[in-house]
Structures are given as structure tokens and as C-alpha cells.
């Protein structure tokens, strides 16, 4: 009698312990507001608001652009997104973006996918793909790596300047 005893109460101790395993995460909603952050993003690009797309970004987000140095904390970054999108504005460019891969965590998440530039007729000037990590930090989520690269070959450098015959 002591053995089933001890087995009903090992039994019942393991059905306690199922019983207290957490729900299986579902990141539907965190999804949704990484897509969400990605298209505030393109907004605020599009707007001209170096401040709005500034503060997607994490206290320590890093931003690898293409032809630039890596651009680390919001500063860096705010400096220049004003720069850049203050001349596609001027341009009259418009940035689009497109995800096509998400993956999200309780905490951290990434996003890949593809962009395109417009100019004011709406014919493609630019177009690329991008890979962006969030991470989750009080509730919120924001932008801690941000990469993108062009479909499209760099201008080629420019000849150097003949230096006069010597006479």
C-alpha cells in the first residue's frame, strides 16, 4: 500500500508541476508591432522627422548604412537621418519597405526585407533589402541593429584630375 501511495502522490505532484508550466508564448501581437515600428519608421524618414526616427531607435541602437561608418546611439543616428532625409525630401524621394521575414522572441526580434525609393513620378531611383533587430525594453520595442544595402551598383568614383605637364 505504501508504494501506490507513494505513486499517487508522485502523480499528482507531476500533474501540479504541468499545471504550473507557462502558456506557450504567442508573438502575433509583438509581430505586429515590430511591422508597426518598421513602418513608423518610413513615416517619419518620409516626413523629414530625424527626431521621430531617432527615438525608434534603442539608447544603444547601431546603424550600418551603406558608404558610411557605422552610426552608433541615437545621436549619431538623429544627426543623420536629418541629413539624409532632408535631401531625398528636397528630391522629392519617397522610401518604401516591404517585410518578408519575421521572426519575433519574447524579447528580441528580427526583420528582413526590401525598399524601394521613389522619386515624385513614382519611378523605382533606389532599391534594396534590409535586415533590422528589435529589442524589447520595458515594454516597448525598438530598433538595436539596423542594416540596409542598394540592388544597385555605387556611382563609379570620379577620374582623378590631370596634373599639369611639366614643362
Not at 78 to 89: L, M, P, Q, T, V
Not at 142 to 148: E, P
Request: glycine share 6%.
Amino acid at each position: 500500500m505504501n508504494i501506490l501511495k507513494t505513486a499517487a502522490i508522485a502523480a499528482a505532484s507531476l500533474l501540479a508541476l504541468a499545471a504550473c508550466k507557462p502558456a506557450a508564448y504567442d508573438s502575433t501581437a509583438d509581430a505586429a508591432e515590430v511591422a508597426k515600428l518598421n513602418q513608423s519608421w518610413a513615416t517619419a524618414y518620409n516626413a523629414g522627422d530625424a527626431d521621430g526616427v531617432a527615438n525608434l531607435y534603442s539608447d544603444d541602437g547601431v546603424v550600418m548604412p551603406p558608404g558610411v561608418p557605422a552610426l552608433v546611439g541615437r545621436d549619431a543616428i538623429r544627426d543623420f537621418i536629418a541629413s539624409y532625409s532632408a535631401a531625398a525630401k528636397a528630391a522629392g524621394l519617397t522610401m518604401n519597405i516591404a517585410s518578408s521575414d519575421m521572426d519575433v522572441t519574447l524579447d528580441l526580434a528580427w526583420d528582413r526585407g526590401t525598399f524601394t525609393v521613389t522619386d515624385a513620378s513614382g519611378a523605382a531611383v533606389d532599391s534594396g533589402s534590409y535586415v533590422s533587430i528589435v529589442k524589447k525594453k520595458d515594454g516597448k520595442w525598438f530598433l538595436f541593429r539596423d542594416i540596409w544595402n542598394s540592388d544597385r551598383a555605387p556611382a563609379p568614383a570620379a577620374a582623378p584630375a590631370e596634373e599639369p605637364a611639366a614643362s
